[in-house]
């Protein structure tokens, strides 16, 4: 299989993962840094150009809430779980587990 190949199919399985792993750890209210830094420590590592990015989606969604403050004479945004995220996560939490247990069965 040509490297082009795996690394796009590569990018199309992290993709939903890390949009999962995202709202999963925006059940706590975090700001970018924090957030990447929590991701790493799982295992899972985001760059900030994906991140961002990806933030800004879904709270266009919905599904996140954010707010500037300030916090070590710095501003920042946090970001955490809309009512319609949480509900949301929910909902994507049973499917991927529906999903990953169909996975093992066939793998």
Known sequence: MPTD??????QELRR???TLAVLSQL????YGYT??????????????????????RLESQGLLVS?????????KRFYRL????EATL???LAEWRS?????ERTL
């Open 82 to 85: 809309s009512p319609e995220g």
């Open 5 to 10: 190949v795996f690394e796009n199919l590569k």
């Open 16 to 18: 939903g993962a890390l």
């Open 35 to 56: 957030l990447r830094v929590a991701l790493s420590d799982l295992g899972l590592e985001i760059e900030e150009g994906t991140l961002y990015p990806l933030l800004r």
């Open 67 to 75: 707010e500037w403050r300030e916090e070590d004479r710095r501003n």
């Open 27 to 30: 059940r706590v209210e975090r």
């Open 90 to 92: 929910d909902r994507l």
């Open 99 to 103: 999903i990953n247990s169909s996975l």
